[in-house]
């Protein structure tokens, strides 16, 4: 005769769920129109050299909403300002970071994107168009551009 000696273990479990991080742009680059002309406009689309460049990092595969939450419509060199336009084609995103594979977007809405699967990265880049007036001073013009990136919400 054989006999079945069954053990039930009972451990109270505990589970304790920690929010994911929040994925983190990192600035790489910054936007640069060059050498610009008083009264020429001039643009920079997402896929030149000279467009600004962020990298997401962030759970793979995960959603996000894309946003610049601060579009400046004007460049500053102290008192003087350089106006600054985008338009639905200036921004642009990826999972490589090849602006060639980008899915171009308009800053001014944002976007949804997904953080790539295999490196747990995400690629941004913002071109827009500078448009100096005829009386523009020389000089190097700048202003702060914000990307939000937060996982997107079912």
């Given amino acids: 005769m054989m006999r079945m000696l069954a053990l039930a273990l009972i451990v ?12 983190a ?7 640069d129109f060059g050498i610009v002309f008083a009264g020429v406009p ?7 050299s000279g ?8 759970v793979r595969g995960s959603q996000v909403s894309v946003t610049f ?3 400046p419509g004007f460049l500053a060199q102290g008192a003087q300002a350089l106006a600054v336009a985008f338009d639905s084609l200036s921004a642009a995103w990826s999972t490589t970071e090849d602006p060639a594979t980008a899915t171009s977007f308009d800053p001014t809405v944002g976007t ?8 747990d990265r995400l690629y941004v880049w913002l071109g827009g ?5 005829r009386t523009t001073t020389a000089g190097d013009y700048s202003t702060a551009f914000v990307l939000d990136v937060s996982y997107a919400r079912p």
Avoid: K, Q
């Avoid at 467009?51 to 962030?58: I, P």
């Fill in 112 to 119: 949804c994107a997904t953080i790539d699967e295999g490196s």
């Fill in 129 to 133: 168009t500078a448009v100096p007036a």
């Fill in 51 to 58: 467009a600004a460049l962020w990298v997401v990092r962030g």
């Fill in 69 to 71: 939450t601060s579009l």
């Fill in 25 to 31: 742009p990192e600035a790489s680059r910054a936007l």
């Fill in 42 to 48: 001039c643009a920079v689309s997402p896929a030149d």
């Fill in 12 to 23: 109270p479990t505990t589970l304790h769920a920690e929010p994911s991080p929040a994925p």
